[in-house]
């Protein structure tokens, strides 16, 4: 269940809590944050011991499992496809240099919603 309290959205569901906060000041947002509430003391231990082990913080350590959790190493990164295809196609640096020189560089209109 979504809810917004106090300008928060915040998710809760029976077995944990997650708080999202995004605070929006003056042509800038902050980072977003979560809060996981009831976890247990073991895995909070366990936590602990693990940041400890690789020299940082508890919360440093948790950044980067769910890091590693959604933005896996072997996932395909868009600038090395590209470089990829480039070598596939057997492009030199001086068609690379024809095709900047031919491309359309007018800025974009910026959308209408009237």
């Given at each position: 269940m979504f809810?917004?309290?106090?300008?928060?959205?915040?998710f809760s569901c029976n077995?944990?809590?997650v708080d999202i906060n995004a605070i929006i000041f003056v042509g800038m947002i902050s980072m977003p944050a979560?809060?996981?509430?009831?976890?247990s003391e073991e895995t909070h231990?366990?936590?602990r011991v693990r940041a400890a082990h690789h020299g940082?913080?508890?919360?440093?350590?948790i950044r980067d499992i769910i890091e590693a959790a959604v933005r896996p190493p072997?996932?395909?990164?868009?600038g090395s496809l590209l470089t990829a295809i480039g070598r596939d196609a057997e492009l030199s640096d001086s068609d690379?240099?024809?095709l900047?020189?031919?491309r359309d560089t007018t800025p974009a209109e910026p959308m209408t919603f009237e």
């Open positions: 809810v917004i309290v106090n300008e928060r959205l915040e077995f944990s809590y979560v809060t996981i509430r009831n976890l231990r366990a936590l940082r913080s508890t919360e440093a350590e072997e996932r395909i990164k868009l690379v240099d024809v900047q020189r031919s």
